[in-house]
């Protein structure tokens, strides 16, 4: 059994983009948290495309091992993203779904999945809400070291929201809390 002082729970927004995080300890407070921001670079670099792609994954990839490590990680959460505008859009969906997958096989770390839908319901009571809806949720359940930095803010406060959902519905995350 974990103890209470070692159970540390990783929650993400995740996004090629702007990947939000935050660090909890075992009484939902946030011990660090963040935003992965990535960008295409790729005529910069003047590489491929798909060279480019690869470069944010492996930079997203190593800033979660690090936090994994940093914070000994015993459980992760995530959104689960869904839909896309387009066949680009669906990839980097699919790219960022594997990257917290195979971290949490490789760490033999447990993880759950929520929907946006799931998180907005379950903050605000309503499946629909604006980003700053979501950040002023947020605000009045945790202690949040704001940024005030848009995109940083936002999302921080998605990944919260997918905290908040998972202690009210998920029995493993009781169990572990003890």
Not at 8 to 23: E, H, I, K
Not at 83 to 89: L, W
Request: with cysteine; net charge positive.
């Amino acid at each position: 059994m974990i103890r209470h002082d070692q159970f540390t729970v990783l929650t993400n927004d995740p996004s090629m983009t702007a990947w939000g995080w935050a660090v909890l300890d075992h009484d939902a407070n946030i011990i660090d948290c963040g935003c992965i921001k990535t960008a295409p670079e790729q005529k910069k670099r003047r590489i491929r495309k798909g060279d480019d792609t690869v470069r944010r994954v492996s930079e997203i990839n190593q800033r979660l091992i690090t936090l994994i490590k940093k914070y000994k990680i015993r459980y992760i959460l995530s959104e689960l993203p869904h839909g896309s505008q387009n066949a680009q859009a669906a990839v980097m969906i699919g790219i960022v779904t594997g990257v917290v997958q195979t971290l949490a096989d490789v760490f033999e770390i447990g993880i759950e999945w929520y929907s946006e839908q799931d998180s907005k319901k379950a903050i605000l009571g309503k499946k629909a809400a604006t980003k700053l809806d979501m950040i002023e949720a947020v605000d009045r359940v945790y202690d949040v070291p704001w940024t005030n930095t848009k995109y940083i803010d936002e999302a921080i406060a998605d990944a919260l929201a997918v905290h908040y959902v998972a202690v009210r519905q998920s029995p493993a995350l009781k169990m572990m809390k003890g």
